[in-house]
């Protein structure tokens, strides 16, 4: 008897076949988008202010030159970037501070001292 052109087994075949991939691709595609998702977040609130303001910077630069968005619509977006890089800058400062205070305690030569 020839199996490979009958119909019975055909179908059963494909519906071993789709279980097959939905069980094991779908699931997988599933996990990697959840992932994905959860990575973002964590990456949003762990960046630092340096990053978050480069991002910013380049963020305003697309406001700029998107050409399809109105004068006042660019105008108040530009305004909430405006309130997150003041947000930002705060913290930059007191990272500055910082290493500047590092800096100095280490005992460093005058001329890298001068540069500070």
Known sequence: MDYR????????????LFFF???FELSGIAYAIKNDQQTAVKQT??????????KDIED?????????????T????LKAKKTEIEANDSEIRKTFAENEKTI?????PSEIRVLV
Do not use: M, Q, Y
Request: proline content about 2%; hydrophobic content about 30%.
């Open 5 to 16: 052109f009958s119909r019975g087994l055909k179908i059963i075949s494909s519906i071993v």
């Open 21 to 23: 991939l939905w069980t």
């Open 45 to 54: 609130s762990n960046t630092k202010p340096e990053k978050k303001f480069g």
């Open 60 to 72: 305003i630069d697309n406001i700029l030159n998107d050409t399809k968005t109105d004068a006042e």
């Open 74 to 77: 660019k105008k108040g977006k």
């Open 104 to 108: 100095k305690e280490k005992g460093l």
